[in-house]
């Protein structure tokens, strides 16, 4: 019975832990641009700030390669 106990008090402050770091993920997620890349560098998804300050859109965004993104003078 003890051990049970423990292991509650245990998950509770480790769903308090997750809580607090969903929220800085979501904080940041309203003030940072990103990208999310498959496993091959391909973009899946772009925030609206990235897409705002890239000055595009989602669909010509999608499925390119994160290095077709950068001019070819600053590779």
Known sequence: MFGNKALKIENQQLRER???FLQV???L??????????????VE???DIFLSEMQS???FIT???L???VPAHLR
């Open 18 to 20: 997750l809580n607090m």
């Open 25 to 27: 993920r979501d904080s």
């Open 29 to 42: 997620n309203q003030k940072m641009m990103y990208l999310l890349l498959d496993a091959r560098g391909h």
């Open 45 to 47: 998804k772009a925030n």
């Open 57 to 59: 859109d989602a669909t």
């Open 63 to 65: 499925g390119k390669l």
């Open 67 to 69: 290095t077709d993104l």
